[in-house]
């Protein structure tokens, strides 16, 4: 794949994907610590920021050639630390982690984002596995 | 559709005719067929040369700039490069889905998600061949009748 390739196929899903999740992240996140917080419009552009900044780190996904199952395992791991590092660097930048169970729930959001992204992912391969294989029978006419 | 079988006396003069009102992929899908039934190939096995027939050849493999030929009870040594085969034989479902293998697409079982974009042939032996990223747009084109763009 060449770099353009991804960047249109593989960011760009990311980004949207991760954008969504952030958002309800966000909302549970917020409900359970600042229930009485209230936000002005600007609040919208959050989700848009910090699903650039998540979409960044997916750059080590990038290869020319094709990547082994372990070289994919450890990619997506150190995808994994960058992009907790700098998602919790930024709100604490931001003076937006105020304790360390803020600090664990924020990890565990991005956990469960960054899972929710692959699955989302497999899923979508599993419907054109299925698609495929629907093509090929009947190719074969079975 | 209808089917006529008629015998013949000589081995030379077999043929196979549609007569159809339109050359539907259906159509074509029999021609491709009827064309790999007719085929033979000749490789190597245990050092003695061995005549098969292409429709029998579940996949080719390159393996240091040696190429095999794999049916369900043996592999046989071909004196043909990869892409030779793949140009030779592509309208007669075989498939180049990663840079060492050419696949028969009449003989995937199944075909299952991979990691990283990848997906899996299941092959009507049990054996199972990776389907390369870089390939899977090229084999959506194919089984999906061209209506795959991109996504």
């Known amino acids: 794949m060449d770099f353009k390739t991804f960047i249109f196929k593989k960011m760009v899903i990311s980004y949207f994907i991760a954008t969504t999740c952030i958002t309800g992240a966000m909302a549970v996140v917020g409900m359970l610590f600042e229930p009485t917080v209230r936000f002005g419009y600007e609040a919208f552009l959050s989700p848009l920021l910090f699903g650039a900044i998540a979409t960044l780190p997916g750059l080590v996904q990038y290869s020319k050639k094709e990547l082994s199952l372990q070289q994919t395992l450890l990619r997506d791991l150190i995808h994994l630390i960058l992009l907790e590092t700098l998602i919790l660097l930024v709100l604490w930048a931001n003076g937006m982690v105020t304790s360390g ?12 984002i960054d899972l929710t992204v692959h699955l989302v992912m497999w899923i979508n391969d599993k419907k054109s596995a299925r698609e495929l294989t629907s093509g090929l029978k009947k190719l074969q006419g079975v | ?27 074509e899908s029999i021609q491709s067929f009827a064309l790999t039934k007719g085929t033979t ?18 996949y080719f493999e390159a393996v240091d700039e040696r190429v095999f030929a794999y049916t369900k009870a043996n592999s046989y040594e071909l004196k043909i490069r990869l892409y030779e085969l793949e140009n030779a034989y592509h309208s007669q479902h075989f498939f180049r889905c990663s840079k ?7 003989k995937i079982e199944s075909i299952s998600p991979a990691l990283n974009g990848r997906f899996m042939a299941h092959m009507k032996n049990q054996e199972r061949i990776i389907i390369s990223r870089q390939y899977v747009p090229e084999l959506k084109r194919i089984l999906m009748g061209g209506t795959y763009h991109g996504l």
Do not use: H
Request: net charge negative.
């Open chain 1, 101 to 112: 169970a803020i600090a664990l729930s924020l990890a565990l959001a991005i956990l469960i």
């Open chain 2, 1 to 27: 559709m209808k089917v006529w079988i008629k015998r013949i006396a000589n081995k030379t003069e077999e043929q196979v005719v549609i007569e159809c009102v339109e050359v539907t992929p259906e159509v």
């Open chain 2, 41 to 58: 190939l000749t490789g190597m096995l245990n050092e003695r040369l061995y005549q098969f027939n292409l429709a029998e050849v579940f």
């Open chain 2, 100 to 106: 060492s293998f050419l696949v028969n697409l009449m």
